[in-house]
């Protein structure tokens, strides 16, 4: 094979204990890779979104986007007529494992060295890359599921657990897949398979700050600098760029600095004809001061539904964030107009957050109850008149649940729509959350941001082709912020308190610090239109049955009782909506 690097159609390959990679990137007429840009074919070598290159008895290959190449290139001494494979492998050579910590960008990558086969992940975990052991002398993986079921001895099968997380979750976060034996690596965890097994770590990223201990007007300086650095990496082959906009303080600062870095930049609002749910007008107003050219979708209900579709169609997993309709329809406009899109995700993991007060006294002080006292105690409340307000602080079976982003089903619920013992012992949510003492609210909740996935926005990329951007992701700010002191980042009644303090410089604080409600969209009445016929055509005519994955007497009285009026199953008639939806093109 060419030494020179070749585009690839999704990474994937089967290696063996004895040290053979087998399924070798550049055939696909046997392993019918995944699907690449069209424009791939086109880039000079170093802008290849996909490559993949052999050197002696090492081979590396890489999908996604580095932004540093040229500084690392400086860093190992490599002359310009070396692709980037190379140059990776160069810095490998030179730092060991530790290359990874030189790597800025969102990409994952393979390395295949001696007897050894390393599958890592960058922290935006904007790729995935799957893997199972077909056998124990071997490891698959491929950034796609379609590929890695091609490949020999990979099944398909549902994974029970998986599924139970899925209804109680909404989504199934990594390692975990849908399917058994089948596990996606974490997002920013370096993978090694060998022949004594598997170890999973997480390198640490980026280089080490400049200053352990800066004052609070010095982090607030370095911060400005590093986020402004990293948006202007990330801007620097835009030619037409939109930035997404909801006038919150995250993406706020994003156009602020970005429209700096690149003045023809727009922003882009998604708004919503419920006044409680629309954001445009702060979006607007910021938009306004900063100077820069405002766009405001608007979708209809036919948009939502064909975007519904479109994602049952598409996606890998089945996901049930209710915000996807809209992401993907603005992810597909911003494909047809922009070249590229920056995105705000990131700054709350970066950040954290402190829960809210009933969350914080029910964690610490009512989980210390009995169980069915805690049950009394709530239906008590709810009875008084002025009180129903503190029924949530007691009403839970476990202290995890009043931390979950949406209300997906119960373990009762599940048990009797699955037919089996549940537990959740196995998910990250559930394990990240026994991780902290009771105290320790503000670790623990910003922990959990982590441990809830971003895949809406990685799906709807996936799917649309859409190149989005992360800025609060680079390693330079994200580990910059992580290693501030608590109180640099949150003091009670200021979150993120030094982006607020950075977003003032740019933008007075009577325009956007107003309360905010996140990207929420009207998913009751979504599913009400039409006489509920998304309703009636997944929950009620879908082929349950056959798919054997939930009971479908239970399934249809979820519909019926939603229905007629019980508003509070929304989110549960939505998880089975997306589901039913997904299994009609993708189950076994």
């Known amino acids: 094979m060419a030494e020179d690097a070749v585009p690839l159609r999704g990474l994937h390959g089967i290696f063996t204990s004895g040290g053979q990679l087998l399924t070798l990137p550049d055939e696909p007429s046997t392993w019918h890779p995944a699907f690449v840009p069209d424009h791939a074919e086109k880039q000079p070598a170093a802008k290849r979104r996909q490559m993949w290159h052999r050197g002696g008895r090492r081979s590396l290959a890489i999908q996604g ?11 190992v001494e490599a002359g310009e007529a070396l692709d980037l494979g190379q140059v990776l492998l160069l810095a490998h050579a030179r730092w060991g494992l530790d290359f990874i910590r030189h790597l800025e960008g969102q990409y994952v990558l393979t390395l295949h060295d001696g007897d050894r086969m390393r599958l890592y992940r960058d922290g935006s975990g904007a790729h995935q890359i799957y893997y199972c052991t077909p056998s124990p002398d071997r490891i698959a993986f491929a950034t796609r599921l379609d590929a890695l079921f091609r490949l020999p001895g990979v099944k398909r099968r549902i994974n029970r657990r998986a599924l139970h997380e899925y209804l109680r979750l909404l989504e199934i976060a990594a390692p975990h897949t849908l399917y058994e034996g089948i596990r996606a690596l974490a997002p920013g965890e370096l993978l090694t398979w060998s022949a ?9 990223a980026g280089h080490p700050t400049s200053s352990s201990n800066p004052t609070y007007a010095e982090a607030e300086d370095a911060l400005d600098a590093r986020l402004r650095q990293s948006i202007a990496a990330r801007l620097e082959d835009a030619n037409r760029p939109a930035a997404f906009l909801s006038g919150g303080v995250d993406s706020s600062l994003l156009c602020a600095l970005a429209a ?11 708004g919503f004809d419920e006044p409680n749910l629309d954001e445009t ?8 001061h900063l100077g820069i050219r405002h766009e405001v979708l608007r979708f209809s209900q036919q948009d939502y539904v064909r975007a519904f579709e479109v994602f049952a169609r598409e996606a890998e997993q089945p996901m049930a964030d209710p915000a996807l309709p809209p992401t993907l329809l603005a992810f597909e406009h911003c494909r047809a107009h922009y070249d590229l899109a920056l995105d705000g995700s990131g700054a709350d993991e970066a950040f954290g957050a402190m829960p809210p007060r009933h969350v914080r006294v029910g964690v610490e002080y009512a989980a210390l109850l009995p169980a069915g006292l805690r049950q009394a105690l709530a239906a008590a409340l709810r009875r008084l008149p002025g009180l129903e307000g503190y029924a949530p602080i007691f009403a839970f079976a476990h202290p995890a649940e009043l931390m979950l982003r949406w209300h997906g089903f119960t373990q009762r619920e599940i048990e009797a729509l699955c037919g089996e013992p549940v537990d ?13 003492p009771r105290h320790a609210h503000f670790e623990r909740y910003s922990a959990l941001m982590d441990a809830m996935t971003c895949d809406r926005l990685h799906h709807a990329s996936d799917i649309t082709g859409l190149k989005v951007r992360y800025p609060y992701w680079a390693p330079e700010v994200d580990g910059y912020v992580r290693a501030l002191p608590m109180d640099y980042r949150y003091q009670p009644g200021e979150p993120k ?3 607020r303090n950075l977003l003032a410089r740019y933008v007075p604080r009577e325009i956007w610090d107003t309360p905010k409600h996140g990207f929420d969209v009207p998913l009751q009445r979504f ?7 998304l309703v009636r055509r997944y929950l009620l005519e879908a082929d349950w049955r056959r798919w054997q994955t939930l009971a479908p007497e239970g399934v249809a009285s979820y519909a019926r009782r939603f229905m007629a009026g019980d508003g509070s ?3 549960r008639v939505w998880a089975l909506a997306v589901l039913a939806a997904w299994l009609e093109g993708h189950a076994p």
């Open 65 to 75: 986007e580095l932004y540093n190449a040229a500084n690392l290139r400086r860093e």
């Open 196 to 204: 004594s097994g598997i170890e999973t770590t997480r390198p640490a």
């Open 260 to 270: 700096q870095v690149q003045p023809t930049l727009t922003a882009v609002t998604v």
């Open 281 to 288: 007008p702060v979006a607007r107003a910021v938009a306004k």
């Open 424 to 436: 959740f012992d196995h998910t990250l949510f559930y394990q990240t959350f026994a991780r902290f």
């Open 497 to 499: 308190r030094l982006m």
């Open 527 to 533: 599913l009400a239109a039409e006489d509920f016929r």
């Open 569 to 571: 199953l929304t989110f």
